[in-house]
């Protein structure tokens, strides 16, 4: 379970850097903007000319798919998630045991089935570059290397819940997951 904190930090360090980036890119877009509008800094300062900055928005696009995607995967708990846990919260300990199994199922199965097609339908996306970001990274990225993400969520969320599934089997759960300290069957 140390691995897991320390992956958990990685990641929570990493969405950080990414939101940091995009905050900083945004104020880049605000300052250029405002500077276009009086030509006299661009022409005396090139670095603010606005024809440099067409990148920005597909950059802060990029970084708002990874954020979700990283975040949601590897940064968000399960108690953090908005439920609708009436039923599980009013229902006896060996019930909700049943939730989480066929829940968990139903989640691991469903998104498990979906990464292979999804993987096949990014063969394409090898060919397709982006819009402006070559500017930035040069001709190397292509739009397989943005979305490649979901994968990684896809694969993550389902080993997720494959795990939530196998500890109610077990008979014990995670906290986050059953809302309350100890066994399930309790």
């Known amino acids: ?7 958990r930090r990685v990641a929570e360090a ?3 850097t990414l939101m940091a980036l995009m905050f900083l890119t945004f104020v880049l877009q605000i300052a250029v903007r405002y500077t276009a509008r009086l030509g006299w800094i661009a022409e005396s300062v090139p670095l603010f000319n606005p024809g440099l900055y067409g990148w920005t ?5 990029l970084l708002w798919v990874w954020i979700i995607f990283v975040g949601c995967a590897f940064v968000v708990r399960d108690e953090d998630h908005v ?3 009436v039923l599980f919260n009013h229902v006896r300990p060996g019930l909700r045991r049943w939730f ?21 339908k990014f063969y394409i996306l090898r060919l397709k570059k982006t819009a402006t970001l070559s500017s930035l990274f ?10 490649a993400v979901y994968i990684l969520f896809l694969v993550a969320v389902t080993l997720r819940y ?6 109610a ?16 069957d309790e």
């Open 1 to 7: 379970m140390a691995a897991l904190k320390v992956l």
């Open 14 to 16: 990493f969405v950080g």
């Open 57 to 61: 928005l597909e950059f802060c696009l």
């Open 83 to 85: 439920t609708f846990d």
């Open 100 to 120: 989480l199994i066929l829940g968990g199922l139903a989640i691991a199965i469903g998104l498990g089935a979906s990464i292979l097609p999804t993987w096949e």
């Open 138 to 147: 040069g001709d190397w990225i292509r739009m397989r290397d943005i979305y």
């Open 162 to 167: 494959a795990w939530v599934a196998w500890g």
């Open 169 to 184: 089997i077990r008979g014990t759960g995670a906290k986050e997951v059953h809302h309350g300290p100890g066994r399930l």
